[in-house]
Each structure stands twice: as structure tokens, then as C-alpha cells.
């Protein structure tokens, strides 16, 4: 299980593609000023800012093998590596598919359920404690088996609430995108160009939501606080269940929402920095669950850590302070600091430090509402170290 080899290199298209975004809306605000005066810049900006968009949301689709990390066959590692489950003095569960077992069956219904239905359904906590109950009996039971269905049917949960809250978050932006009337600038009628702004549109959102469905997450849901939520709680699940690298790695790769978040609904940002927040926390120590060497786990794990940096943290320096208050305290704050700093500094590479570093430098002088995170002392840190290593060439 591991990346490409030439994974180093594969992080360029997104780590240009959020400096491209920073610098195209920190140009907008100077030209929305000037369309404000001249109403025939309106037009202009309108035709830029679909253009942008579109572009943006076909760029994964022109670089499928360097933005999303590729494993082994899971089937070939389950049939080459079969499970030993341990004994138990009180009873033996034979081996089995957890797949294809009852009781994940069930669990698997539950969470799908959970995505469907409304908060405010007093059928929700009902769908919810059960879940729960499953989820952590399993766990308690100490079998392999067991453990294993938590593993599966959590992982796929995750993964189609993932996708479920990237194709809401697209369905919001697409409504307030074309949220304009019509009208005349100059004898232009705007209606028939709003039609094929959204044509436009639609289309390029179609390609994102494809993959969605492909990985059975689909357009529904509900709304995309919720799934975040939803998200937290199903991420917190798997670190209680011991499999925690499972929602890390997806999270890592969620360039795409990222991305989406950084010019989402406050509330919204809220409650993806809150599950950023825990994914960087328990990225930290994480260790792989592969047949891979221990070198190259080692080089996996600082891969899936160098993109979790590079896709979310443009989010934790533009939507940290929240609607009313901080989305975080000020403990929380600072824990967070130090594990990245921590994750910064183990990625030894000058170049690779640079590159988030200078992510970081961009996003943080940009956002005049926010100082944190503060992560001055690493890039001084790592300036000192690009000179001594320039001295030493």
C-alpha cells in the first residue's frame, strides 16, 4: 500500500491551485469594487469567475494519478493476508466476510439512515444510539471478527459522507452562484447569458459529483453542517475502535472539499475546523495497519501528512475565529500549534517544509481577521536551516 513513486512532485497541482484561488480572490475584491462603478465590468467579472470555477473543478480530473494516493487491491491483500482472530474462553466466532455478515448489515443501515433522515427527526437519536451501541458492543467484545466489521462498515461510512458533504457543499454554491436575475448592461441581455453560465456550471459540477457516486456517496444528505458533524462523530468511532488511519487518509485526500471550504458558510467552517482540528491531532502519531516495510511506511505516512497540510490548512488561518466566537479555545489553539509544528518539522525535507510553510505565510498575512495559527517559530526554523544548508553546499 503506498504512493506512486514521484509522490513528492505530485503535491504541485494542488499547492498551486490554492495559492491560484488566494491570489484570484484577493484580486476579485479590488475588481468588485470597480464593477460596483462601472456596471459593464459586471459582465467581465461574472464571465472570469465561472471561468475560474470551472477550470478549478476539472483540474482533479486532468490530474487523476497525482492528486488521489493509490492502493493495493484490498481483496488481493485480504486473501493473501487472512485474519487471525483470537480466541475467547466464553465462545468462537469463526472466521468470516464482515461484508457480508448480519450484524454489518444492520450497522451499515443504521448509518445510512443516520445521513438520510433530518436532526430534527426524533428518529435521529434513536438511529444514532443505536449505531452507537452496535459500534461499541463489537469493540467490547475483543473479536477479530468483530473488529473487523467496525473497521469495514465505518471506513465506507465515512467515505459516503465524505462525498455526500462535497456534493452539498457544491449544491450551495451552485444556488448562491446563480442566485442573479437577468437584465441589460449596454443593450446585453443577461438571461440568455445566465443560461449558459450555468450549462457551464452545472457541467463542471457534474464531474466532481461523479465521483461521488461512483464511491456511492450520491448527492443527498442533508445539509452540509450536518454531514459534518456526522463526519466528527463517525471519525471519532473509528479512533475509539483502534482504526482511526482509515478516516485520516480520506480526509488527507479531500483536496477538492478543502478547497470548497475555504469560501464556505461560516457555520459551516466552523465545524470543519473543529474536524480538521482532530484529524491533524490524531495524524500525529498515526502508524499504518499494511503489509508495507517500515521505511516505507514511514514515507507513506509523512505523504498522506504533507497533504492533509497542504488541503486544510488554508481553512484553520481564514476560519478559525467563527461567527461569534473562536471555533476553538484558547488551549485548543495552542495544542493544535504545537502538533503542527510538530508534523511540519518531521517532514525533513527543506523543500517539502517550504512548500507548506509558504502555504501557510500566503493564507495567514492574507486573512487581516484572524492571527492564528501562529507558526512563526517553524518558519524561522526553517529559514535557519535553508541558510546553513546553502552555507554547507
Known amino acids: 500500500m503506498g504512493f506512486r513513486e514521484g509522490s513528492p512532485t505530485s503535491i504541485s497541482p494542488l499547492l498551486l491551485r490554492n495559492i491560484l484561488t488566494s491570489i484570484f480572490l484577493y484580486a476579485d475584491d479590488s475588481f468588485l469594487c470597480l464593477a460596483k462603478k462601472y456596471k459593464s465590468l459586471e459582465l467581465l467579472r461574472h464571465l472570469l469567475i465561472t471561468s475560474f470555477l470551472f477550470f478549478l473543478r476539472l483540474l482533479p480530473s486532468l490530474f487523476p494519478s497525482r492528486l488521489i494516493p493509490h492502493h493495493r487491491d484490498e481483496k488481493e491483500t485480504q486473501s493473501s493476508h487472512p485474519l487471525n482472530y483470537p480466541q475467547n474462553d466464553a465462545a468462537h466466532v469463526p472466521p468470516t466476510c464482515s461484508g457480508d455478515s448480519s450484524i454489518a448489515r444492520a450497522l451499515s443501515q443504521l ?3 443516520a445521513n438520510d433522515i433530518p436532526v430534527s427527526s426524533r428518529k435521529y437519536e434513536v438511529v444514532r444510539s443505536l449505531a452507537d451501541r452496535i459500534i461499541d458492543e463489537n469493540n467490547r467484545e475483543g ?10 462498515v465505518l471506513s465506507a461510512a465515512f467515505g459516503r459522507t465524505l462525498a455526500q458533504l462535497e456534493a452539498a457543499v457544491l449544491n450551495e454554491r451552485a444556488g448562491e452562484e446563480s442566485g442573479g436575475g437577468g437584465g441589460r448592461i449596454g443593450g446585453f441581455e443577461f438571461g440568455r447569458l445566465n443560461r449558459v453560465v450555468k450549462a457551464v456550471r452545472s457541467f463542471g459540477a457534474g464531474k466532481v459529483r461523479e465521483g461521488a457516486n461512483r464511491s456511492g ?3 443527498g444528505g442533508g445539509s452540509a453542517e450536518k454531514l459534518a458533524a456526522e ?3 463517525l ?3 473509528l479512533a475509539g475502535c483502534g ?7 480520506k480526509w488527507a485526500a479531500a483536496s477538492n472539499l478543502a478547497w470548497l471550504a475555504v469560501s464556505g458558510e461560516p457555520r459551516l467552517q466552523g465545524s470543519l475546523v473543529k474536524l480538521s482540528a482532530f484529524m491533524f491531532k490524531q495524524a500525529k502519531d498515526m502508524k499504518l495497519d499494511n503489509e508495507a516495510d517500515e521505511e516505507e511506511e514511514k514515507q507513506e505516512v509523512k505523504q498522506i501528512k504533507m ?7 488554508p481553512l484553520l488561518c481564514r476560519a478559525s475565529n467563527g461567527t461569534d466566537a473562536p471555533v476553538l479555545s484558547i488551549g485548543e489553539r495552542a495544542e493544535l500549534e504545537r502538533v ?3 508534523t511540519i518539522e518531521k517532514l525533513e525535507e527543506e523543500e517539502q517544509q517550504e512548500k507548506v510553510l509558504t502555504l501557510w505565510l500566503h493564507h495567514f498575512t492574507y486573512c487581516p481577521s484572524s492571527d492564528w495559527p501562529n507558526l512563526h517559530a517553524s518558519y524561522a526554523r526553517w529559514c535557519d536551516a535553508s541558510r546553513k544548508l546553502l552555507l554547507h553546499q
Open 235 to 237: 471519525a471519532q468511532k
Open 111 to 113: 448509518l445510512s439512515i
Open 231 to 233: 463526519l466528527l462523530w
Open 243 to 249: 482504526f482511526v488511519e482509515e478516516a485520516v487518509r
Open 217 to 219: 456517496g450520491g448527492s
Open 307 to 313: 497533504q492533509m497540510l497542504l488541503s486544510w490548512l
Open 143 to 152: 473479536f477479530g471478527a468483530l473488529r473487523d466489521v467496525n473497521r469495514t
Open 340 to 342: 503542527l509544528e510538530e
